[in-house]
């Protein structure tokens, strides 16, 4: 087997694999046909924002208490029971939906379920792979789950929107309950060594051990803390200013799903990138690889031609998905194996906690300002976020190593 497929080798990392394929394949079908279910039953784009809302809070709200769970358990029995909760959520959206029963208060009440196992879900997918494949195999690892995630995430929408079509929404949430809790049975069957798992303290206690371990690396903070500027700016100004752009100056919804699809196709060579290419200073070509992302930013406010725009949507990709790769190589190489979900979970925290204020304010930035103004002065503060962050010595020397972590 080639050097960057050696991962598949190893009995539990394809288990891992194959059940996060699995259950992410459903995921991406679920917005598609949420979007459709609650535009059905209101037509009120306000509702839809409220049930995507009703998932991301608890995602917020809950993402250290499943830190800490993934590091007290074995991180495959929190995905799985994780994968069990969401499936089951959506089982229930698809029965109300398929019966006709549905309202808007259904659909936000179980979005939150899901948000609410997600936090769970996510800190364990993300800690428990360093158990899964020796050190040496920890990049090529994560590029293949990448790899994985963003062919799913392609396909998955791509099948939904055929699934809504010829069947209706609910059918399509059903097929994603379906995925759920057959990621479930694969995940299920891995066998995970006991030694990584923290005995049970006080929950307090534990969190304070996290952020202890978050804390202590100056690289980790400064990073999550040029992240929630990242992600709230990007977010903003694609999702909620991209469409406007497209609606005025370009073909509309099709030449915006052709942006999407650009980006979706550099994240998955982003991955094949980085199954080969292995720099030692991991951290420091990350830092660098971010500032393709504002490319496309400032291509939108032009807006360029469609060609030009889908090929600063491909760069954009390429830069979010090498340093995504390094991020995790390097967090996994760096933090305690007993520590790492809940260090991943402060990650998240705070990588996302303004991604709501960053959408809810770009429609009235860009009021105010101009478009273009918006998404220019967005790209400005993607790149003053991330040049001090060359400035941060363990950025700059932090090198590669064949052993994890003790």
Do not use: C
Request: glycine share 10%; net charge neutral.
């Amino acid at each position: 087997m080639r050097a960057d497929l050696a991962p598949l080798r190893e009995r539990e990392f394809r288990l891992l694999f194959a059940g996060r394929t699995i259950s992410l394949f459903g995921t991406a079908i679920a917005p598609v046909a949420l979007a459709f279910a609650v535009l059905d039953l209101t037509g009120s784009k306000t509702d839809l924002g409220l049930v995507l809302a009703a998932r991301e809070i608890p995602l917020i709200l809950f993402i250290l208490v499943g830190g800490i769970w993934a590091d007290r358990l074995p991180r495959n029995r929190v995905m799985v029971g994780a994968n069990v909760v969401s499936g089951f959520s959506q089982a229930t959206v698809a029965t109300l939906l398929i019966t006709g029963t549905a309202e808007v208060w259904h659909l936000a009440a179980l979005a939150a379920v899901n948000g609410s196992s997600t936090a769970f879900f996510f800190p364990a997918s993300s800690g428990v792979i360093p158990q899964t494949v020796p050190a040496q195999l920890l990049q090529p690892a994560n590029a293949l789950l990448r790899l994985a995630i963003n062919g799913a995430l392609i396909g998955g929408a791509a099948v939904a929107g055929f699934l809504v079509a010829a069947f209706g929404s609910g059918t399509a949430i059903a097929v994603d309950a379906g995925t759920y809790l057959a990621g479930a049975f694969f995940v299920a069957l891995m066998r995970l060594p006991a030694s990584v798992r923290m005995e049970a303290q006080h929950f307090l206690r534990e969190l304070g051990e996290g952020w202890r371990e978050f804390r202590s690396r100056t690289w980790l903070w400064a990073i999550v803390i040029q992240f929630s500027l990242v992600n709230a700016v990007e977010t903003g100004g694609i999702n909620v200013l991209g469409p406007a752009v497209a609606e005025d100056e370009l073909g509309g919804a099709r030449d915006f799903g052709l942006i999407l699809t650009a980006q979706a196709i550099g994240l998955v060579a982003g991955g094949f990138v980085g199954l080969r290419f292995r720099p030692r200073r991991m951290l420091l070509v990350a830092t660098g690889s971010i500032l393709l992302m504002p490319v496309v930013l400032i291509a939108l406010g032009f807006p360029l031609s469609l060609p030009l725009l889908l090929a600063a949507a491909f760069l954009a990709g390429i830069g979010i998905e090498t340093f995504g790769i390094l991020w995790d190589t390097t967090m996994q190489q760096e933090i305690p194996p007993a520590a790492l979900s809940r260090v991943y979970s402060y990650d998240l925290l705070g990588s996302i906690a303004i991604v709501p204020i960053g959408l809810a304010v770009a429609g009235p930035i860009a009021d105010l300002v101009g478009v273009r103004e918006a998404l220019w002065g967005g790209a400005a503060i993607v790149v003053l976020a991330t040049l001090p962050i060359f400035a941060v010595r363990e950025v700059r020397e932090l090198e590669r190593r064949l052993t994890p972590a003790p």
